[in-house]
């Protein structure tokens, strides 16, 4: 069993920064590959990035190619998405997953526990 719980969204102006924060419960997170999703308003949950269980190997979904970066300390059973150069398409809930198996996905059912979210607003 694996508990998530997302922080670190907020408001910020197109052009601006934010890192989101994953915090994992259970001994097993180093095992497990991590990614992170979002939904916008009426929209459906779309892949964003996922990291391998080592941190090698990560997958980004065209769009945020380049300006987010997705890492991981399993040390600290923490995984982390720096979001740069942020555009108003940016705007939704961010949601944190894990998979069971340790190589990296862009499919949400691959992912078995999930995170409450935490909401990112973009303004132009």
């Known amino acids: 069993q694996v508990q998530l719980v997302e922080s670190g969204g907020g408001l910020v102006q197109a052009g601006g920064s934010l890192r989101l924060s994953c915090a994992a419960s259970?001994?097993?997170?180093?095992?497990?590959?991590m990614g992170w999703f979002r939904q916008a308003p009426g929209k459906e949950r779309k892949f964003v990035a996922s990291?391998?269980?080592?941190?090698?190997?990560?997958l980004y979904d065209d769009s945020v190619e380049g300006r987010f970066t997705i890492s991981r300390d399993n040390a600290k059973n923490t995984v982390w998405l720096q979001m740069n150069s942020l555009k108003p398409e940016d705007t939704a809930v961010y949601y944190c997953?894990?998979?069971?198996?340790?190589?990296?996905?862009?499919?949400?059912?691959?992912?078995?526990?999930w995170g409450q979210g935490t909401q990112v607003t973009v303004s132009s």
């Open positions: 990291i391998s269980w080592s941190g090698r190997i990560t």
């Open positions: 259970g001994r097993t997170f180093s095992s497990y590959a």
């Open positions: 997953a894990a998979r069971g198996s340790g190589s990296v996905d862009r499919d949400s059912y691959d992912y078995n526990y």
